[in-house]
């Protein structure tokens, strides 16, 4: 009797172990495959939102960027260029002085109206390669401006 006793608890104890492991339903299964899917499928577009919105930013970025090495660029090109022509416009006024000089000693070897006239020309000629260098340094600094804006 004692086996049979056993026998029957045991027999007991299986039914009521698996009595109480429950099987989903296919219907059950199918409804967390899909939830799954669709929370899969939101962490998917969260992070192509994500993505998308990174690469604007990096854009926005690099664009920021180039906007002020173009900046840098004008504004060392407007440098240079206002530098060489100062150098150039100094170089044409010490041949001017240099010119006006030779003029006038060369005038003094004449005399009285000639005397006079000469050293007039020699000053009008250096005064028109002062004009001339205003001219040019006035049109670089606008060409330079340009080139800053």
């Known amino acids: 009797m004692n086996i049979w006793k056993c026998a029957a608890l045991v027999t007991i104890g299986v039914v009521a172990v698996s009595g109480c492991s429950r099987h989903e339903s296919v219907a059950d299964a199918q409804r967390r495959a899909d939830a799954a899917a669709i929370k899969g499928s939101e962490r998917v577009m969260d992070a192509k939102r994500d993505a998308a919105n990174a690469e604007i930013k990096a854009s926005e970025e690099v664009a920021k960027a180039e906007d002020k090495a173009v900046n840098q660029v004008d504004s060392a090109q407007a440098s240079a260029l206002q530098k060489t022509a100062n150098a150039e416009v100094k170089v044409s006024l010490v041949q001017a002085q240099s010119d006006y ?8 070897a004449m005399a009285g109206a ?20 205003d001219v040019t340094r006035q049109d670089v600094k606008s060409e330079a401006n340009e080139l800053k804006n």
């Open 101 to 108: 000089d030779v003029a006038v000693a060369k005038c003094h």
């Open 114 to 133: 000639d005397f006079s006239n000469c050293k007039s020309q020699a000053q009008a000629n250096l005064d028109a390669a002062k004009a001339q260098a």
